[in-house]
């Protein structure tokens, strides 16, 4: 393992400003997108209004997976222009088109009004979210892997899931503020359209941040024969399928107990939507502070061992915690075992990106992690609510609790035959940085320059 980077205080701010520039869009982008799932239980009689409440949720939770579908779409085409053209470039386009799919959302007519051009118009925006945040982590990811120091860069990286977190959180802080001052039929007739407005609002915010950052990948990274090419990436396709198979236990385990979360106490263990909507509040506040911590964690230990911990620990914990959940009355029952579960999933969030990054070189960097993330997750990620809910529909909910384990199964074999990414991967000291340097050897933003071997 490298020791840490020796860096001027200086270039130490300018890390850290970077870090948060590009986790500011991150923040956006996942508020977005999960306010879809946290707000569905109010929206979805407006656009599915036949059936009852678990199919609504089922059809709502069908566009959601839908959206997922997108994702490996989204990280290929952002990869590649992150690769070929900058990882800025690609930042600002991804929080845009969130942002144009957050206002449609908002202003968007239900099944009352154009019939059945609601749902469609519903999955089209779903669709359109779903190819925005399929770059945004890929890149987001990238980018912040190769600002972070080296011998600091699994704290640093944590960000991203600090923020990713964060935008759950916020989801949820709004839809809960929301609920103490709107009534149940205000909420389900314009109040479920409020976090949709605010959520196209930030992103405009996110791009002026964004605009400041300097760019990571050198003028010779970019002009590589390969860089942000399929061709580039299959030549490290060891590095593809380990990220695939760690990424569906790690992506299903923290989407059911993140997104699905609230739900499941709601419609299983029939808890008030309030009271659980509290829960999982601060439950995600927990989770989020988690995040710095075991990053530092695994600078430590090393990312395969912090791998190896998440994976077995999931293995083993998932069905007891799921089966406790079911029957839980006590909100203080209900949050201690999510915090549980959200500390095992954290050994893996901390370092979810950082450890994608350094598994590939800087000409596909963005596309590996990004193409590589996105099929897991869309796979067995965004499929989470969906394969849940047809359980509990054909009445064998306790096997999507083995489904969950099997998966973290698949994580822990991969994990332990992979390498090591911190001793053996492809991050370097230096962040290259380059796009637009003037002859000061400035970049944008004004972070100093620094040129490859």
Known sequence: MSGKQQLSPAEYRKRIFA?????????????????????????APAFFPKGDPTSQLLNTAGVFAA????????????????DKHGRKTSMLISVLMMCGGSLALAVMPTYAVIGAWAPALLLLARLLQGLSVGGEYGTSATY???????????????????????GQLLAVLVLFGMQQWLSKEELMDWGWRVPFALGAMGALVAMYLRSSLAETASSDVRKKKDAGTLKGLLQHKRAFINVVGFTAGGSLMFYTFTTYMQKYLVNTAGMDPKLA?????GALFVYMILQPVFGAISDK???????????????????????????????YVAFGLAVLALTIISFYTSIGGLIKAEMFP??????????????????????????ALSLKSAGVESMFYWYVSAMCLVALIVSVRMPDPQRDGHLHDDVH???????????????????PA
């Open 67 to 82: 959206g997922f579908l997108m994702r490996p779409i989204g990280g290929w085409l952002f990869g590649r222009i992150a």
């Open 301 to 331: 230990i090393g990312r395969r061992n912090s791998m190896l911990c998440f994976a077995f620990l999931g293995m083993v914990c998932t069905f007891p915690i799921l089966h406790l959940l079911k029957d839980v009355s006590s909100p």
């Open 433 to 451: 940085v380059d796009d637009g340097a003037d002859d000061t050897g400035r970049g944008a933003g004004g972070t100093k320059v620094h040129k």
């Open 362 to 387: 800087a000409e596909v960097r963005a596309l590996g992690v990004g193409l590589s993330y996105a099929v897991g997750n869309a796979i067995f990620g965004g499929s989470a609510e969906f394969v």
């Open 144 to 166: 912040m892997s190769e600002v972070a120091p080296n011998g600091r860069r699994g704290f640093f990286a944590s960000f991203q899931y600090v923020t990713l977190i964060g």
């Open 19 to 43: 870090i948060l520039g590009a986790s500011s869009g991150n923040l956006v982008e996942w508020f977005d997108f999960y306010v879809y799932s946290f707000c569905a239980i109010y929206f």
């Open 277 to 281: 909507s509290g829960v999982m509040t």
